[in-house]
C-alpha cells in the first residue's frame, strides 16, 4: 500500500525585515506571550515536531507542549502526552547532552547514510536514528513518518529547514507570524534563503486567515493553492 505522507505545517515568526533572529548570543524573541500559547496549541495538535540541527545548537530547546491541560487533553484521546521530537541532521554532530534528547516523549533522528552509524554511537538510546541515504531525503523522511502513524508534522525551523522544505514543494500549510521589530543585520538568519522554488515569484499564495495577536500579526497561507486575487 502506498504511504500516506503527514499535513506538513510549517511554523515561523520573523521582524518586519524578515529575520529570524539576530546575531546576538542570546535568542530574540519576536512573538509575545499570547502567539506562544497559539504555538504550544499548535503543537498539541500536531503528532510530530520537527526542527535542524542548527536550531537545536543555536537554541538548545527542550520543544515541549507546555500545558498541562492540552497533555492531559493528547491523553485523554489515546495519544502520547507529547508529540513526537524530530530533528535532521547531515554531519551527525549531535551533543547527546543537548535539552532536545532529554525532555519529552520519543524522539527520531533523520541523517544520511555515512552519518548515521556515528550519530548512533552518540546517542545510544535516547533517539531512533534513521538513515535515508546518500544525502538528507526529506522525502524519504515524510515516508517514514507515515509509517510511524504520523499524520500531522509542525516544522519550526530554522531557516535552512524552512527552505528545504518549502524549496521541494512539501508545506501544505505556513504558519507565518511577523513581530514589529526591525533586525538590520545583514549576518543575522532569515526565513529563507535562496532556492530553486516551485514557482513564479509572481504566483501568489493563498492567504486562509490574517489576525492580529497582541503586537503581531498572525497569518495562515496555503502554498499548493494559488491566491484568487
Not at 520573523?14 to 512573538?31: A, C, E, K, N, Q
Not at 492531559?72 to 554531519?91: F, H, M, N, Q
Not at 520519543?106 to 531512533?128: I, N, Q, S
Not at 486567515?209 to 502554498?223: C, H, K, T
Amino acid at each position: 500500500m502506498p504511504v500516506t505522507r503527514p499535513y506538513v505545517l510549517l511554523s515561523v515568526a520573523t521582524s518586519i525585515d524578515g529575520h529570524i533572529d539576530d546575531t546576538s548570543p542570546s535568542r530574540l524573541l519576536l512573538s509575545n506571550a499570547e502567539d506562544f500559547d497559539r504555538v504550544d496549541q499548535v503543537r498539541a495538535e500536531s503528532d510530530a515536531i520537527l526542527i535542524g540541527a542548527g536550531t537545536m545548537r543555536a537554541d538548545n530547546p527542550r520543544l515541549l507542549v507546555n500545558s498541562e491541560e492540552r497533555r492531559a487533553a493528547r491523553e485523554a484521546d489515546g495519544k502520547p502526552a507529547y508529540p513526537l521530537k524530530v530533528t535532521i541532521t547531515e554531519s551527525g554532530d549531535l551533543d547527546p547532552e543537548l535539552k532536545f534528547w532529554h525532555h519529552g516523549g520519543e524522539k527520531v533522528a533523520y541523517t544520511t547514510d555515512e552519518a548515521a552509524p556515528k550519530l548512533r554511537e552518540r546517542l545510544t538510546d535516547l533517539a531512533d536514528v534513521v538513515a535515508t541515504g546518500p544525502g538528507l531525503d526529506l522525502g524519504a523522511l515524510l515516508d517514514d513518518l507515515g509509517r510511524r502513524g504520523i499524520r500531522r508534522l509542525m516544522v519550526e525551523g530554522g531557516g535552512h529547514v524552512h527552505t528545504a522544505f518549502l524549496s521541494q514543494d512539501l508545506v501544505d500549510e505556513v504558519h507565518l507570524v511577523v513581530a514589529p521589530l526591525v533586525v538590520g543585520e545583514a549576518d543575522a538568519p532569515r526565513f529563507l534563503r535562496a532556492a530553486g522554488y516551485p514557482w513564479a515569484s509572481s504566483r501568489r499564495m493563498k492567504l486562509a486567515e490574517a489576525r492580529p495577536i497582541g503586537d503581531v500579526v498572525f497569518m495562515r497561507y496555503l502554498p499548493k493553492e494559488e491566491s484568487d486575487a
